[in-house]
T-cell receptor, first 111, second 110 residues
């Protein structure tokens, strides 16, 4: 069964460093999303992406964040200068127009 | 945004027991999904159920869209059912953002 994949599974970084989280959506899906979950809290929407453009973004998705689809298969989330409060599980999702399917997540730890 | 309330927040069961988890939402929705977050943090799709009833093995779900709630039933629970169960909804286009509830933490003891 096709699935969304994410790399790395766990990333540890120093405050102020840039990180890039990578996702490979399900191959025939056209709509992509990033969500995050701070430990013990609910899952929060960051951004949605379609046709090489951001469709919607939340108030969390400020200038420190960017998304890109650098080729036909990858979808990336970049955090330019990480803060302690960026520590969270980051989930990528893709949609078949109806259901959103989530990847296994990348656990980001900012020290 | 839309408010999603889940109850109970915590549920402790003995193996073999049945349970009902509830999700209330504050506005009409075009998509509702139930997820199970396993101990490794992965979000597993259980149901896409904007209305009606669906069953998958020991799990079933019912959404009454006109009354703005959904129920997830787990029968004959097993220790592997432990984890957090999230309800999430989309308002407007089915391609919109998912709004998640805070989840129900289920612990099943042998």
């Amino acid at each position: 069964e096709p699935e969304v994949t994410q790399t790395p599974s766990h990333q540890v970084t120093q405050m102020g460093q840039e990180v890039i989280l990578r996702c490979v959506p399900i191959s025939n899906h056209l709509y992509f999303y990033w969500y995050r979950q701070i430990l013990g809290q609910k899952v929060e929407f960051l951004v949605s992406f379609y046709n090489n453009e951001i469709s919607e973004k939340s108030e969390i998705f400020d200038d420190q964040f960017s998304v890109e689809r650098p080729d036909g298969s990858n979808f990336t989330l970049k955090i330019r200068s990480t803060k302690l409060e960026d520590s969270a599980m980051y989930f990528c999702a893709s949609s078949d127009y109806v259901v959103q399917f989530f990847g296994p997540g990348t656990r980001l730890t900012v020290l | 945004g839309i408010q999603v309330e889940q109850s109970p927040p915590d549920l402790i069961l003995q193996e073999g027991a049945n349970s009902t988890l509830r999700c209330n939402f504050s506005d009409s929705v075009n998509n509702l999904q139930w997820f199970h977050q396993n101990p490794w943090g992965q979000l597993i799709n259980l149901f896409y159920i904007p209305s009606g009833t669906k069953q998958n093995g020991r799990l079933s779900a019912t959404t009454v869209a006109t009354e703005r709630y959904s129920l997830l039933y787990i029968s004959s629970s097993q220790t592997t059912d432990s984890g957090v169960y999230f309800c999430a909804v989309v308002r407007g286009s089915t391609l919109g953002r998912l709004y998640f509830g805070r989840g129900t933490q289920l612990t099943v003891w042998p």
